[in-house]
DNA sequence: TAAATACGGAACTGTAAAGTTCCGAAACTA
DNA sequence: TAGTTTCGGAACTTTACAGTTCCGTATTTA
């Protein structure tokens, strides 16, 4: 950026000015095991620090870097973190072996590992400390979501599966169902501050899932 | 905050350091009228600027106040935003007229009056941008904000007359149904960044709350 | 082996905003 | 009417942080 460089100092370079030979091929290499560690420094302090209570300081210090380093990958703050949201949400999706317990009940409570509860809150508390950023910077296409599809995802691959075996009407809004569970999570986990543990989740899927999903009525088309 | 103040100069006040005597009948009255006027700026301004995005020269900009006017009031920022934040939720809980249409669909919808719908969206867009606030200061008791408690209370008490009218089985889990309205209004602003409109909310109470609430299967006990 | 670029670390600059203090004027009380 | 507290407004101080620059060192290519 702004490399524009008005040096006196070579004039023999005015020669090449239209050039536009970067030439990249010299010195030392850059790291790329670096970014990584980065944006995880980056993810874990917003975590607990929120957007605004980031600084670009604890982010290098983290991960153990120089801000240079920092600089040198990310032209600003907000690109930073901009990047750090995306790689968080990279999804490693497992559609290969989702449950099969036979009853969409059980199917989704056994997708609720402890490891992805502790996961989900992180990413949770991610958002809900984004605040002013997202008033600020448009984050990325569509909203902002993203940071649920992974299980969102899995989420309405079960509930269609138990659709196809005729457990549900065929008309059973599937995109409602699944909207309910993520915010649910969500509310619970950043308002109530409570666990989204199995307990409730069962509850959750007894008392209102299941039998939104058997309504023999035809609710009017949601799709947002 | 940090008033212990080591002053020298006075030392003839270290005689009445005990007495404690304010003497409060002097002067020119404070002018009750303009904290409304500020805690109103304040949020405003938090709504469409987030906790960080807002200024105290902004909040006393807008109210036409001095900034030794809004802290001879509140002494910080945080304590500011706290009473603001009270000051929003003040209910107006019109609990006489409650909507009585017959059905609990048409009483759900009934409550959700333009305005209501233009004011929660406010609600929201404040909560939104408190972002990092709510991570430093723990909101209020209950580990809730109460933000929502005036709506949740209201569909409380629909959903309770409807089942008392024998609309619904009475083993019908009114608290989790509530739970439901909540979250889903405030994951759709908060994370989709969509309104919670009256065709949205309509295609929640079909396909989901009534269903659910007619459910005869008894679920588990949820409370939590 | 020399030039170029990367690294972590630290010092530095510039700016924005929290919080304080002072002003002249207004309002209240003894 | 004199002393006290309020008001809106503005100037001021202090602090925190984004972003830049420089250092000594390591790594890579020509």
């Known amino acids: 950026m702004k490399k524009i460089k008005t040096e006196t100092s070579e004039q023999s370079e005015v020669v090449e000015l239209l050039a536009e030979k ?9 790291d790329h095991t670096r970014d990584a560690k980065i ?10 620090a929120g957007f605004d209570g980031m600084t670009m300081d604890m982010v290098a210090a983290k991960a153990k870097a ?3 380093t920092v600089y040198r990958r990310w032209s600003s703050k907000a690109e930073l973190v901009q990047e750090a949201l995306t790689w968080m949400n990279r999804s490693h999706l497992e559609m290969e072996h989702l449950p099969d317990t036979g009853t ?9 590992k402890p490891q992805s509860i502790e996961e989900g809150e992180k990413k949770l508390r991610v958002i809900m400390g984004l605040g002013s950023f997202l008033q600020q910077v448009e984050l990325s296409e569509e909203g902002g979501i993203g940071i649920f599809d992974s299980w969102d995802t899995l989420n309405r691959e079960l509930i269609n599966r138990s659709v196809g075996r005729g457990d549900f009407p065929a008309h ?20 109530l501050h409570k666990a989204f543990d199995r307990h409730f989740y069962a509850t959750l899927i007894d008392g209102i899932l ?11 088309n949601n799709k947002d």
């Not at 990249?24 to 290499?29: A, D, E, H, I, V």
């Open 66 to 68: 120089g801000k240079a």
């Open 210 to 220: 299941l039998p939104a999903l058997k309504n023999p009525q035809i609710a009017s």
């Open 172 to 191: 059973a809004d599937v995109d409602l169902a699944c909207q309910v569970i993520v915010s649910m999570a969500a509310f619970r986990g950043l308002v």
């Open 22 to 30: 970067p030439t990249r091929t010299l010195g030392r290499k850059r």
């Open 104 to 112: 969409l009940r059980d199917d989704l409570l056994a997708l609720l």
């Open 39 to 48: 944006l995880e420094a980056a993810i874990d302090i917003l975590a607990d």
